[in-house]
């Protein structure tokens, strides 16, 4: 984040910088203040970063892949992009399969298929690849002037997103329009660094990858990613859920994101391997693939070890997924950490139901939260629910030791400065007593599978001690325990361990590890390589290569985080390239991750490595799933064919006759997600007492609502209560020369705490991304009226 | 005067509001009972409890825009300080530091420092029957420590410091924001009351911030003060014995309205 005062102009979109990240702003106020620096905050509503920001873009709902889509095309009509980084670094060059197309009535690419499993369309991605010539070498053209290439392709994409039909779309003025995409494309100077922050305002559509694909694009094209000032920056909405990331929390990501392996496609360790991407780093992966088995089960050989991994079968088990399997009765058991899914989740009045549905749930938390007391919900009847509730008090962040992991990949070590109230205990005291309790009941009683719980590593001492967890994920030899300060050692044979591998190097000095370091930098841009540590490799920027010409001069002499210099490289930054090599050649794979080491402005999975999706190469405008208007830019499609679905859409999903207005979700500065830490605190519950709904003035006149009033809104999928917030800081949109309103409510609120109130997510909808499965939190359908 | 005061700059404020809490957190003031009103400011006015307020202002413009305005407002800590002229038991004074404070032990309850301030920043304590304010957190200045809203904010739109170089500071930063296009940027607090320790470089005019345009002491303070107050030794008498005489019974009154909530 400190890098952010190294940016030029800078985009808030789908995000709300100022509100949930506001101590980010300190850096965002230094580069306006001491660079001249611009910000643009694009959002549907005039948010607290909008009031402080140089230029405010309003925009519809839902809308994000369309604006940015603008930008692109605007970037491209005009020349405006960085040509030397996109010849260079990107693969503009590229030829693509001639038979690659794509359809702008239906809305759709070349090898669309029925996909009836799912009630949804799937994409064979065979005319998405790349030509190639009879070695397999892909064919390019370095002047991009080949119909096929990927520079030209997109430039014939991108003439349906014309200012003027973008302004027709999102409801923008073309004046205000026109003036963003002109200063956010002014950092296609090759001096200029631009910056890109964006959070769930991005990412929570059913298109929610593509709306993250169309910031990455623009930014490529302007030679903003790899370079300070730069960058596409997610800007995380919980402390260290980064580090959760990293973890391999995900359903479907292991550590250091190695994908889970499939029952059918990986069935021993041998094939999971060979499936490495062609080429890239991630050649590397059986390294750390085999590192993490030995981590886990040392004693065991890797093939058994690798079997004791559970294998996905092809069924989803994403959040939404998993709790539709509960409503089938399918799911007897739930460990809940850390989580409120009732308040959180989408459609959070039916998982409250399908709760009931359970044997028993374990719920691990600070205080109790409305997901364990879904029982005492207005509308339950706790006489008919046997399912078992053990809530079990967690400690506090600031009760005990331990890392987080920051939006820029800092693992800082916190340790514990209290004592926890009562019974309270540190969430790996209670991992710790809760595997040793299962272990035990395994030796006792065996079972089905006993035996990845009983050769599970869990050498942690008696009360385990968190240096020694950390320590097994920074990774170290097996023959004498010699911790490894760089996952370059790693190896595939079981003589190393390493339980995550970007982490290697944060904990290998166990007398003084990297991440408790605590030395701020005194000259210098602002890097701080000796403040903790950043995985990978304590590189503060990735993919760095890109803070440089081929020739290895630095695009802005004023960042000389390389420089080539007497046959070598001058450096301040961990190089994410090999600095062995002469600079011409380093900067054939600046994208170092990818198998053709260029940054993809056109996405098409090329050598089995990520980058890819499983809905568009290239970002594209796909409407909500529930939205007022037609698909303006395709006249035959609507939200994302391929978007993942587990409701019946004509069940789930309301009419614009009985919900007329947007409604979308958000987090206000003073509480923290579902609520539950904030909504027990007097001082930030007198600051923000009650759950509200934002809406403009003209509406509020038609509907009879004054300030304050009490609101009933009222979605396809459930109805709640919130005060009136009457304001002009949220207007109406005209589009295609309707007037559409949008009301805005925060999810902060639920039946449980100090503050109580309605549970918005109880009219979110359950539909996710093809890709990562979010749901849609950011626009849907509701009616409004006054109640009180 | 004040040698060290706060410069306040509404255009880097983005109402997080994590001075409000802080100055909350530090005095250890207990949190107020309020609701939502339609607006995010809260609580919705100064008390011997909510010594700090965010205010959220929004103005619609001609052009269908909105500018949303946040500042930290609070006692200003004036020079020509009418709560201090308006006290009849010099319960007010001046620290060496330069800020105005309120002796407590000698504040008998008057509420004419409450009346007179022109920033309505005051509060009265019913119970204690006592004034309170903010104190420029004078027992962190008398330790070398900066007020606990400064130290909170995250964007420097509140700094605490040098009152000359802070003064500088405010001039440049007016010039930027006249060319960055507000044309009614202004200094508010060189002039204002002789001068105030709390300083405002402002964007807009003072009233959109909900500050007063032209901050006055009040007419009758200052005839108080110049004519009447050398008596005051008889009314302080007479305020006190009245106070006394009605103690017992607000104080019940004000404990059956905590009783209640």
Redesign the interface.
């Known amino acids: 984040m400190i890098d952010y005062k190294n940016s030029d102009v800078l985009m808030n979109i789908g995000g709300n910088t100022?509100?949930n990240h506001?101590?980010t702003?300190?850096w965002i106020?230094k580069a306006r203040?001491e660079r001249g620096a611009k910000l643009i905050c694009v959002d549907p509503r005039?948010t607290?970063?909008?009031?402080?920001a140089?230029l405010?873009v309003p925009i519809r709902p839902g809308t994000n892949c369309a604006y940015l889509g603008g930008l692109t095309a605007y970037i491209l009509d005009n020349n405006l992009y960085h040509e030397e980084y996109v010849k260079h670094y990107t693969n503009a060059t590229y030829l693509v399969n001639e038979d690659f197309d794509f359809d702008n009535v239906t809305g759709l690419f070349s090898g669309v298929e029925d996909d009836p499993d799912r009630n949804a369309k799937a994409y064979d991605q065979s005319t998405w690849q790349y030509q190639t010539d009879e070695d397999g070498e892909i064919l390019t053209d370095p002047d991009m002037q080949d119909e096929n290439c990927v520079l030209q392709i997109m430039k014939r994409f991108y003439q349906a997103y014309s200012l003027e039909n973008i302004s027709e779309v999102t409801g923008c003025p073309i004046d205000t329009l026109e003036e963003s995409y002109r200063l956010y494309a002014s950092t296609g100077d090759p001096e200029k660094a631009g910056n890109m922050l964006y959070a769930m305002g991005i990412t929570q559509f059913s298109h929610g990858t593509q709306s993250v694909r169309s910031v990455a694009v623009p930014q490529l094209l302007l030679g903003n990613i790899g370079r300070p000032g730069g960058g596409v920056n997610a800007q995380r909405g919980q402390s260290n859920v980064q580090g959760c990331c990293d973890m391999g929390i995900l359903y479907h990501i292991l550590t250091g994101y190695m994908p889970v392996p499939q029952r059918d496609a990986h069935p021993n360790l041998d094939a999971y391997n060979e499936a490495v991407p062609e080429g890239g780093y991630w050649v590397n992966r059986p390294n750390f693939m085999n590192s993490m088995l030995t981590a886990w089960w040392p004693e065991q050989s890797l093939d058994v070890a690798y079997q004791y991994l559970p294998k996905l079968d092809g069924t989803d088990r994403s959040h939404i997924g998993q709790y539709y399997r509960m409503g089938q009765g399918e799911v007897k058991g739930m460990i809940c950490w850390a989580d409120n899914p009732a308040v959180s989740g989408p459609t959070s009045g039916d998982k409250r139901k399908y709760q009931a549905l359970l044997d028993w749930m374990v719920v691990v938390d600070l205080f109790e939260n409305e997901t364990a007391a879904f029982w005492k919900a207005p509308g339950m009847n706790p006489a008919d629910i046997d399912t078992d509730v053990f809530l079990l008090p967690a400690a506090a962040a600031y009760e005990r030791n331990g890392s987080k992991t920051n939006s820029s990949r800092w693992i800082q070590w916190q340790e514990k400065v209290q004592q926890a109230p009562g019974e309270a205990k540190s969430d790996l005291w209670i991992a710790d007593k809760l595997f040793k309790a299962i272990r035990k009941e395994y030796e006792e009683n065996g079972g089905v599978f006993p035996d990845p719980i009983l050769n599970m590593n869990w050498d942690y001492g008696e009360e385990a001690d968190s240096g020694k967890v950390a320590m097994e994920i920074n990774g170290y030899r097996v023959a004498d325990g010699q911790l490894l300060s760089s996952f370059g050692d790693l190896r595939d044979d079981g003589s190393t361990a390493c339980g995550s591998w970007i982490y290697t190097g944060f904990y290998s000095d166990p007398d003084n590890p990297a991440t408790k370091r605590r030395i701020a930098e005194k000259e210098g841009i602002g890097l701080n390589s000796e403040w903790t540590f950043a995985w990978p490799a304590n590189r503060r920027i990735v993919y760095n290569r890109g803070a440089a010409d081929p020739q290895g001069n630095p695009w802005n002499p004023e960042f000389p985080i390389f420089k080539w210099v007497d046959d070598q490289w001058e450096m301040m930054d961990v190089p994410d390239f090999n600095a062995n090599i002469p600079p011409e050649e380093s900067a054939e794979s600046a994208f170092i991750m990818l198998p053709e080491g260029k940054g993809r402005l056109f996405a098409n999975g090329h050598g089995g490595a990520g980058g890819t999706s499983n809905d568009s190469p290239m970002p594209i405008h796909y409407e909500p799933a529930e939205s007022p208007v037609d698909n303006l830019l395709y006249p035959q499609a609507t939200f994302n064919p391929i978007s993942q679905r587990w409701y019946p859409v004509e069940e789930h999903f309301g009419e614009v006759e009985d919900y007329p207005y947007i409604i979308s979700t958000y987090r206000?500065?003073?509480h923290y997600q579902s609520g539950i830490m904030t909504r027990n605190m007097?001082?930030?519950?007198?600051?923000?007492?009650?759950?509200?709904i934002e809406l403009h003035p003209s509406l509020a006149e038609e509907k009879g609502i004054?300030?304050?009033d009490m609101v009933e809104i009222e979605s396809k999928r459930g109805k709640i209560q919130a005060?009136?917030?009457?304001?002009?800081?949220i207007?109406p949109y005209n589009v295609n020369g309707n007037t559409i309103h949008v009301v805005g409510l925060p999810w902060h609120w639920g039946f449980m705490g100090m503050s109580q109130g309605d549970v918005t997510n109880d009219l979110a909808p359950s539909i996710g991304d093809p890709n990562s499965t979010i749901p849609e939190y950011k626009a849907f359908l509701c009616n409004v009226r006054r109640v009180g | 005067m004040a040698n060290s005061i706060c410069l306040i700059d509404p255009a880097k404020c983005m109402g997080c509001r994590g001075c409000q809490v802080a100055c909350k957190q530090w005095n250890q003031l207990p949190a107020e009972q309020t609701t939502f009103t339609g607006t995010y400011e809260n609580p919705p006015r100064f008390s011997a409890d909510t010594w700090l307020r965010v205010a959220f202002r929004e103005h619609d413009l001609e052009d269908g825009n909105v500018d949303w305005y946040m500042a930290k407002l609070g006692c200003m800590h004036c020079t020509d300080a009418a709560c201090m002229q308006a006290c009849p038991a010099g319960a007010i004074y001046r620290s060496d530091e330069g800020t105005v404070n309120i002796d407590e032990v000698k504040c008998i309850g008057c509420n004419y420092c409450v009346t007179a301030c022109p920033f309505h920043v005051i509060g009265f304590d019913r119970l204690t029957n006592k004034a309170r304010k903010c104190t420029f957190c004078h027992d962190r200045l008398v330790n070398g420590m900066e007020p606990s809203c400064a130290q909170a904010c995250p964007t420097g739109a509140i700094t605490f410091g040098d009152r000359r170089q802070l003064i500088n500071r405010a001039a440049t930063r007016m010039d930027q924001l006249k060319a960055a296009g507000n044309p009614n940027a202004n200094i508010y607090g060189i002039d204002e009351l002789d001068g105030t320790a709390m300083l405002y470089v402002l964007a807009d005019n003072p009233e959109k911030y909900g500050l007063p345009a032209d901050p006055q002491v009040p007419v009758q303070t200052r005839i108080w003060n110049a004519i009447f107050k050398p008596l005051r030794i008889l009314v302080v008498v007479a305020v006190a014995f009245g106070l006394w005489a009605n103690r017992a019974e607000t104080k019940e009154i004000e404990q059956a309205k905590k009783g209640e909530k």
């Not at chain 1, 607290?48 to 402080?52: D, I, L, S």
């Not at chain 1, 005060?723 to 800081?729: F, I, L």
């Open positions: 100022a509100e506001p101590i702003m300190k106020e203040e005039l607290r970063t909008g009031a402080v140089d405010y206000v500065t003073e007097p001082w930030l519950v007198e600051t923000m007492p009650e759950l509200f004054q300030n304050g005060r009136a917030c009457v304001t002009s800081r207007k």
